[in-house]
T-cell receptor, first 115, second 113 residues
Framework: DTEVTQTPKHLVMGMTNKKSLKCEQH?????MYWYKQKAKKPPELMFV???????INESVPSRFSPECPNSSLLNLHLHALQPEDSALYLC??????????????FGNGTRLTVT | DAKTTQPPSMDCAEGRAANLPCNHS???????VYWYRQIHSQGPQYIIH?????ETNEMASLIITEDRKSSTLILPHATLRDTAVYYC??????????????WGAGTKLIIKP
């Protein structure tokens, strides 16, 4: 079991659809992250939120739009995706982005398929 | 670009110690080494991290060489549930005390009965 909860577990969407991925943590962590993972590859960082403000955007295309409504929730809004965006999307949280002893806690991800 | 290199795969007999090596020859003095593992269909799980000294917790031990150019993750008594991809990671400072994890390609560890 993980303390970071992601929904849905699986999502199939067409290229013209709009959908959202959701992530929730109740550990009091103040940093939250979105990662993308393709098969047999390590996770790639997409976005970092620090104290509910976007602090890092790794040049992600605008068809991915993150949102952090409060310190416990993180959303990723999807619009006009391409088939190559199919991947496992992982959410993570940590106590703070600057602490030396603050490992990331990951959810189990949303498996996204774009048709 | 990855700052770590790992063997792509390793086998280990159940009950034996699994020793997973990692090279990080370009690591800087303030950059930590982290290890995560990922069991199939799950998110990555934190194992251990260290800077200079060897570290031990309930899951594993981390041995870092004196020059910090390499490290070894040790699972003392491997079980079948330890079969996973193990990632060696360097944590770097990017801006204003923000850190990023630079992931290696991972080692697929298979524990055999």
């Amino acid at each position: 079991d993980t303390e970071v909860t992601q929904t849905p577990k699986h999502l199939v969407m067409g290229m013209t659809n709009k959908k959202s991925l959701k992530c929730e943590q109740h550990m009091g962590h103040r940093a939250m992250y979105w990662y993308k993972q393709k098969a047999k590859k390590p996770p790639e960082l997409m976005f970092v939120y620090s104290y509910e403000k976007l602090s890092i955007n790794e040049s992600v295309p605008s068809r991915f739009s993150p949102e952090c409504p409060n310190s416990s929730l993180l959303n990723l809004h999807l619009h006009a995706l391409q088939p190559e965006d199919s991947a496992l999307y992982l959410c993570a949280s940590s106590q703070s982005p600057g602490s030396n002893n603050s490992p990331l806690h990951f959810g189990n991800g949303t498996r996204l398929t774009v048709t | 670009d990855a700052k770590t290199t790992q063997p792509p795969s390793m086998d280990c007999a159940e009950g034996r110690a699994a020793n997973l090596p990692c090279n990080h020859s370009t690591i800087s003095g303030n950059e930590y080494v982290y290890w995560y593992r990922q069991i199939h269909s799950q998110g990555p799980q934190y194992i251990i991290h260290g800077l200079k000294n060897n570290e031990t917790n309930e899951m594993a031990s981390l041995i870092i060489t004196e020059d910090r150019k390499s490290s070894t993750l040790i699972l003392p008594h491997a079980t079948l549930r330890d079969t996973a991809v193990y990632y060696c990671i360097v944590r770097v400072v990017v801006q204003d005390s923000n850190y990023q994890l630079i992931w290696g390609a991972g080692t697929k560890l298979i524990i055999k009965p």
